[in-house]
């Protein structure tokens, strides 16, 4: 109990010490970041895709795709209602001393759905497309965006390591199930999963909806303090 009493104070720590980093400018960022409707066009891209990769399989990467996001989040979920570990925003200890950006969430916070989501996506499709670039573009993503929740003041890093492990466990596990449905029931529809790629052209397109994406982030930021809009 000790040696655990001991990890969460140094976790409570480091929360206060990442959340002590704010702006107004930067919570405008954060709050566009840590929505999950920010990522629509991404989300898009990356399913346009699956369907133009995959051709008659398509449907089967996405069943599995959508198992896994399925997953991640009722298993968070789960956890959180089983743990009940406050959020850093809850925690009357803490009460004065967390950087809160808008909504405070439900009372419990381990393990972190949004980092479980991110997580999972990132183990399933990067051993779909198997591209060096899109590995580092997705991890960016996932961590930029689970960082986003130590910012808002509604979870700690072990709640955002601890949905990391979760949502990376079933991403992979889901990528391993669909590998067996292709091997025992689909191996002889073409294409071959295991061996078809995202092509460097695709990447090409995927950075560009990333980076458009991140811009417009910023722009609007810019915008709305600039004009008094916040």
């Known amino acids: 109990m000790d040696l655990l009493q001991k990890i969460l104070e140094f976790d409570t720590e480091l929360f206060l010490f990442f959340n002590g980093f704010h702006s107004d400018f930067w919570d405008t960022i954060m709050l566009m970041v840590t929505r999950k409707e920010t990522w629509i066009p991404f989300y898009a891209v990356i399913l346009f895709f699956i369907f133009k990769i995959y051709k008659s399989k398509w449907w089967l990467v996405l069943l599995l795709l959508s198992i896994t996001i399925l997953f991640s989040d009722q298993l968070s979920v789960l956890l959180k209602e089983t743990i009940q570990r406050l959020r850093p925003v809850h925690n009357p200890e803490l009460e004065g001393h967390v950087h809160n950006v808008l909504r405070k969430g439900g009372l419990h916070g381990f393990v972190s759905s949004h980092a479980a989501n991110v997580f999972a996506i990132f183990a399933f499709t990067t051993r779909l497309f198997r591209n060096r670039g899109y590995w580092f573009l997705i991890l960016l993503w996932a961590v930029v965006v689970s960082y986003s929740r130590i910012y808002s003041g ?77």
């Open 154 to 230: 509604v979870h700690y890093p072990l709640d955002i390591l601890g949905g990391a492990l979760l949502g990376w466990l079933i991403g992979m596990g889901t990528y391993k199930a669909l590998m067996f449905l292709e091997i025992h029931f689909f191996l002889f529809r073409n294409p071959k999963i295991e061996t078809t790629n995202l092509l460097p052209r695709q990447m090409g397109i995927i950075l560009l909806v990333f980076s458009i994406l991140t811009a417009t982030i910023f722009i609007m930021a810019f915008i709305l303090h600039r004009y008094n809009y916040l």
